[in-house]
């Protein structure tokens, strides 16, 4: 079982930046690809992003490409999340995942994905 833990949320104003980290313990996290959801209270699981395991693809919803990069820094057992140009829509709890298959590209799929993190607030003020 792999668990993670989020941090960096907070609360900014529309316009600025914020770095999302998400620490993984576990033996194979080099296996697995990662991603970020986000939830807003009432509202379905939204994909954000994924990194495949080898770091090699990215992919992004449609609402943050272009402002938002994900990344994995294998030495730190960690994946990061900034987030630039942010938005009021972009207030949500945002959870780091862990796929549930090794070596995978990573979907946009939260039903893909197995371990999850216990989320960290993102809150945009206009």
């Known amino acids: 079982q792999m668990q993670l833990v989020e941090s960096g949320g907070g609360l900014v104003q529309a316009g600025g930046s914020l770095r999302l980290s998400c620490v993984l313990a576990?033996?194979?996290?080099?296996?697995?690809?990662m991603g970020w959801f986000r939830q807003v209270s009432g509202k379905e699981r939204e994909f954000v992003a994924v990194?495949?395991?080898?770091?090699?693809?990215?992919y992004y919803a449609d609402s943050v490409t272009g402002r938002f990069t994900i990344t994995r820094e294998k030495a730190k057992n960690s994946v990061s999340l900034q987030m630039n140009r942010l938005n009021v829509e972009d207030t949500a709890v945002y959870y780091c995942?862990?796929?549930?298959?090794?070596?995978?590209?990573?979907?946009?799929?939260?039903?893909?994905?197995?371990?999850w993190g216990q989320g960290t607030q993102v809150t945009v003020s206009s």
């Open positions: 995942a862990a796929a549930s298959s090794p070596y995978s590209t990573g979907t946009r799929y939260a039903r893909d994905f197995g371990s």
């Open positions: 576990g033996r194979t996290y080099h296996d697995y690809a």
């Open positions: 990194i495949s395991w080898n770091g090699r693809d990215t």
